[in-house]
């Protein structure tokens, strides 16, 4: 299984970035993906997830009503609309996957077997 996140960059406090995660080698639609993000010297941490029926989302306090996690199974991918950027948003983003039907923590890094590369976003004011 490969994970591949797209759609990076540096823009300007309060704009919107679409990150991408495209997901290759298995069936992408009995997977869930998670978001995390990892800013310097700090722990990775959740950020958003959805279930692999995609009925199901879940979202960091820190990025509700600001992030939106959606999936298209037809595709094999997974966004992350992230509108009313910060500073604080400032990161490497990831995205992880993982087939198994029932989690306990969809915001736990360790329900995740497969992880991308990441991609930076940098948010300055």
């Known amino acids: 299984v490969q994970l591949t996140e797209s759609g990076g960059g540096s823009v300007q406090a309060g704009a919107s970035l679409r990150l991408s995660c495209a997901v290759s080698?298995?069936?992408?639609?009995?997977?869930?993906v998670g978001w995390f993000r990892q800013a310097p010297g700090k722990e990775r941490e959740f950020v958003a997830a959805v279930n692999w029926g995609g009925d199901r989302t879940f979202y960091a306090d820190s990025v509700k009503g600001r992030f939106t996690i959606s999936r298209d199974n037809a595709k094999n991918t997974v966004s992350l609309h992230m509108n009313s950027l910060k500073r604080e948003d400032t990161a490497v983003y990831y995205c992880a996957a993982d087939p198994k039907k029932y989690y306990s923590d969809y915001g736990s890094s360790y329900e995740y077997e497969y992880w991308g590369q990441g991609t930076q976003v940098t948010v300055s004011s």
């Open positions: 080698g298995h069936t992408f639609s009995t997977y869930a």
